[in-house]
């Protein structure tokens, strides 16, 4: 335990260390002492004035340095150091760490801190040049710069990103239902009002959301896209509306932005919304009424301005009748409903749809776009496509992978459905009870392609040839191989 000595507490620095004493004070003062002869004897020049703005004290390489003849004490500092900015200093009470002071014809890097009293009161000045020449400071201006660039540039790769990608000239499709969608889509696009998207999956929810964004008033505002299934409850409300410094054990000492401070001004688009938890819907009806958010672990409310849309694949009014999802937040978000069909609703939309994927595929690829044979077409069409569009991009990503046919035939579409890869009239491979040979297996399979290339081509082998992606020459001679005949 310390004894107090009036002014100065002494006691033990150490637990152990018994008789061992040391004055704090005194031990606080050399430090500022030795501190200041360190960088006094570092830098090229040091001065100090007091409350008035008058030279206190000058060393001499100071005064060596400006050429100041004399002792300049109790002249005002800006008699012998026309720039000096030491009273402004005096004035505010604010150091400047770093600064570049002109004299006549030269440029000094310097530092300036106030002085203050015993009772807190500011009673002067001091400042020191840390180099005679700007010039050394170049390094670390074109570290700074560049560092500068580079966040310039991460900046706008991140808000490039948060930009909407998609228009509604991309949403393809001439059904009428598809241009009743554009229609309402534009007509919200012009409202700042909740947009509730419906829809399976992969029918196109999220294009749609980015579309009304770029045709809104809100376009050149970010737009931030969140799957709620994708997030663990445990982190959705700190994913939402951010985390204070410290909020909990093994946070970020710095504020984390939540995606609704991410969209401010903008749009945020909240897929896959009936699978949000009850707890996390009640604050998220708050924010919609209110229009403020408050980050975990902060008492702080903060003010956003953000247009919603919101998409789900599930029943919401199902949800509501099973209380798994609050009425009133249905409500909000029911402003402006726009129900996506599935495509197999819409197959004079497919052909088109198609086309684009594969010029996608093929862009890609860097390879030459493949061609849709009508049959193949047919087969799409008749297809059911659980998975909507999503399904029939991966389907016709998976054709192209496994075949170099610059058109593709309805052989080629039956190979990667499910349940269609041996229609009615197609010789089928056979199949045997366990293993058999890779050579047997590959010759049962290259003797169907033939033959369904034959079928597709009428029995015409150059046509078939080019189905198949081989000459014609080849196509006889795998023919012969596989005892189907050159005749046939």
Avoid at 268 to 282: H, N, S
Avoid at 359 to 375: D, Y
Avoid at 383 to 403: K, Q, S
Wanted: charged share 25%; with cysteine.
């Amino acid at each position: 335990m310390g004894l107090d000595t009036g002014t100065t507490k002494i006691g033990p620095v150490w637990e152990g260390d018994v008789g061992d004493t040391v004055d704090f004070e005194a031990l606080r003062q050399r430090a500022v002492h030795s501190l200041f002869e360190h960088l006094e004897s570092m830098c090229v020049g040091a001065v100090a004035v007091d409350h008035n703005g008058r030279i206190a004290w000058m060393d001499e390489k100071y005064k060596a340095l400006l050429g100041v003849p004399g002792d300049p004490r109790g002249r005002q500092v800006e008699d012998v150091i026309p720039n000096s900015q030491l009273r402004r200093v005096i004035e505010s009470g604010q150091p400047q760490p770093l600064d570049i002071m002109e004299f006549d014809d030269r440029s000094f890097v310097v530092t300036r801190m106030p002085l203050f009293g015993t009772d807190g009161s500011i009673i002067g000045a001091i400042g020191f040049v840390l180099f005679d020449r700007a010039e050394y400071l170049r390094p670390l201006v074109r570290k700074y710069e560049k560092m500068q660039e580079e966040l310039t540039r991460t900046q706008q790769e991140l808000a490039h990103e948060r930009r909407a990608k998609y228009s509604f000239s991309q949403f393809l499709g001439a059904s009428e239902s598809i241009r009743e969608i554009k229609r309402l889509g534009r007509r919200a696009a012009q409202m700042d009002s909740t947009v509730l998207l419906l829809g399976e999956t992969g029918t196109g929810k999220e294009l749609l959301a980015q579309a009304i964004h770029s045709a809104s008033p809100r376009a050149s505002k970010p737009f931030v896209g969140v799957n709620v299934a994708a997030i663990p409850e445990t982190l959705l409300e700190a994913e939402f509306f951010g985390v204070a410094p410290g909020a909990y054990t093994g946070a970020d000492r710095r504020h984390r932005e939540g995606k609704f401070q991410l969209a401010n001004g903008g749009t945020l688009f909240l897929d896959e919304i009936g699978d949000m938890p009850l707890p996390v819907q009640a604050k998220l009806l708050r924010v919609l009424q209110e229009r403020e958010i408050e980050p975990l672990g902060s008492n702080k409310v903060v003010r956003v301005d953000v247009r919603i849309i919101a998409a789900t694949s599930r029943d919401l009014h199902a949800l509501v009748r099973e209380k798994q999802f609050r009425a009133d937040l249905y409500y909000r978000l029911n402003v402006v409903p726009i129900t996506l069909p599935p495509l197999r609703d819409r197959p004079e939309d497919i052909e088109s749809i198609a086309d684009r994927i594969l010029e996608q595929l093929a862009i890609q690829q860097g390879t030459p776009p493949r061609e849709l044979l009508e049959s193949a077409v047919q087969v799409l069409r008749d297809y059911d496509w659980p998975g909507n569009v999503r399904e029939l991009y991966n389907t016709l990503e998976r054709v192209v992978a496994l075949t170099d046919a610059p058109i593709l035939t309805a052989p080629h579409i039956r190979s990667v459905l499910p349940g269609m890869q041996h229609p009615a009239g197609a010789s089928a491979l056979p199949l045997a009870a366990g293993a058999r040979p890779l050579q047997e297996v590959l010759h049962a399979a290259e003797r169907h392609a033939i033959a369904a290339a034959l079928e597709e081509a009428n029995g015409v082998k150059a046509r078939a040839a080019k189905l198949l992606g081989i000459s014609r020459a080849s196509l006889y001679e795998r023919m012969v191989t596989l005892g189907l005949g050159a005749t046939q």
